[in-house]
């Protein structure tokens, strides 16, 4: 199921501007650390038309602020539109991944599992 948003991230893509995703699919992007900015269809569309016409034509996303900008002043808020979950936008600012998350919880695994060995040395692959 990850297998698109894998090839994407291969080729180097960060974000992606579209009327819309399939679920799986948007949600996925997210957990590879793809942003899916959802965008109301003229404004994709001028997008495409810009990119076309224009030379030089390029966009900066600022997802702090929830906006898509380009180098030729247009500027397009996604945040009234369709709102980011905060979790996934917070994971995206920071750079982590579900790995990344888990591990910054560390010292607490370490002493959930010695304490759990206490309790259940057969887990481990002691046996008393």
Known sequence: REHAP????????K??????????FYNN???????????????VEFLFEKL???ENFSLCIDLVNQSVKSNFGEDFEFEF????????????IQGLDE??????????????????????????GAIK
Not at 99 to 119: A, G, M, N, P
Request: hydrophobic share 40%.
């Open 15 to 24: 974000v992606l501007i579209a009327p819309s995703f399939a679920d799986i």
């Open 52 to 54: 076309y016409s224009t």
């Open 81 to 92: 539109k369709f709102i980011i979950d905060s979790f996934y936008k917070d994971c995206l």
């Open 6 to 13: 894998w090839a994407l991230e291969d080729y180097g893509f």
């Open 29 to 43: 992007c997210f957990k590879n650390g793809i942003l899916p900015i959802t965008l109301i269809d003229y404004e």
């Open 99 to 124: 790995i990344d998350l888990t591990l910054k919880d560390r010292e607490s695994i370490k002493k959930f599992e010695k304490q759990r060995e206490k309790i259940c040395p057969w887990v481990f």
